[in-house]
Nanobody, 125 residues
Framework: QVQLVESGGGLVQAGGSLRLSCAASGRTFSSYFMAWFRQAPGKERDFVAG????????YSADSVKGRFTISRDNAKNMVYLQMNSLKPEDTAVYYCAADLSLSVPDARPTRYAYWGQGTQVTVSS
C-alpha cells in the first residue's frame, strides 16, 4: 500500500512555471507506475503524464507534450511534474496516482488504486 501527498501548486501567470511534487510512503514505492491527473471544475479527471517504476519510460498527454515533464526519484520516494509555459487552460486540481499493476499509462482514473488529495494550480491570463 502507498500513501500520496501532493504539494507545489499555486497561482502563476500565463507563461510561467511550477513544479509539483508527490511524496509517497511505503517500502514498495519503486514498484509502482506513477501518474499525474488533473480535474478542472465541471470536467472529468484527465490523464496528464505517467512514468514507469524505473523511470525509464515517461508518457504525457498531447495537451501538455513539450511543456510538462514527469520524473521520479525512487531513493526519495518522490514523483515530480515540471510544468513550463503554463496556460490558463492548465488551471485545475492536480492529483498524483499510483498503481502496482500498470506497466504502461492508462488514461482511466479507475485503473489507479491510490490517489493523493490534490493540489490546486491556477494560471492567470
Amino acid at each position: 500500500q502507498v500513501q500520496l501527498v501532493e504539494s507545489g501548486g499555486g497561482l502563476v501567470q500565463a507563461g510561467g512555471s511550477l513544479r509539483l511534487s508527490c511524496a509517497a510512503s511505503g517500502r514498495t514505492f519503486s514498484s509502482y507506475f506513477m501518474a499525474w491527473f488533473r480535474q478542472a471544475p465541471g470536467k472529468e479527471r484527465d490523464f496528464v503524464a505517467g512514468i514507469t517504476w524505473s523511470g525509464g519510460s515517461a508518457y504525457s498527454a498531447d495537451s501538455v507534450k513539450g511543456r510538462f515533464t514527469i520524473s521520479r526519484d525512487n531513493a526519495k520516494n518522490m514523483v515530480y511534474l515540471q510544468m513550463n509555459s503554463l496556460k490558463p487552460e492548465d488551471t485545475a486540481v492536480y492529483y498524483c496516482a499510483a498503481d502496482l499493476s500498470l506497466s504502461v499509462p492508462d488514461a482511466r482514473p479507475t485503473r489507479y488504486a491510490y490517489w493523493g488529495q490534490g493540489t490546486q494550480v491556477t494560471v492567470s491570463s
